[in-house]
């Protein structure tokens, strides 16, 4: 059974960054996707993040238009990890961020139900 760990969530200000780590154990995830999807409070749960397999040590990463340029996904198979780099927080980046893994198509990487594995949970709160 796979498990997946999340941590690195916070309070931090307009402007601020924040890294968050996902962790998983119960099997080796190196030709899974991994990526991150966040829920604010009375929306829906939305896409953010992922980085898929291509094959061998074929690696994609994908964003939500929202965090181009402010979030870098980065993962390291050897650690079972996956993390979120996220620079330039804003009010509306606040969420709670869940990490997750399975395995979607190169046109379906942001869908939700394509992903088997999910985490429980961190808050990411950006507030002056």
């Known amino acids: 059974q796979v498990q997946l760990v999340e941590s690195g969530g916070g309070l931090v200000q307009p402007g601020a960054s924040l890294r968050l780590s996902c962790a998983a154990s119960?099997?080796?995830?190196?030709?899974?996707?991994m990526g991150w999807f966040r829920q604010a409070p009375g929306k829906e749960r939305a896409f953010v993040a992922t980085?898929?397999?291509?094959?061998?040590?074929?690696?994609?990463?994908y964003y939500a238009d929202s965090v181009k340029g402010r979030f870098t996904i980065s993962r390291d198979n050897a650690k079972n990890t996956v993390d979120l780099q996220m620079n330039s927080l804003k009010p509306e980046d606040t969420a709670v961020y869940y990490c997750?893994?399975?395995?979607?198509?190169?046109?379906?990487?942001?869908?939700?139900?394509?992903?088997?594995?999910w985490g429980q949970g961190t808050q990411v709160t950006v507030s002056s």
């Open positions: 997750a893994a399975g395995r979607p198509g190169p046109n379906d990487y942001h869908t939700d139900y394509k992903y088997a594995y």
């Open positions: 980085t898929t397999w291509g094959g061998g040590s074929t690696y994609y990463a």
């Open positions: 119960g099997r080796t995830l190196s030709s899974y996707g």
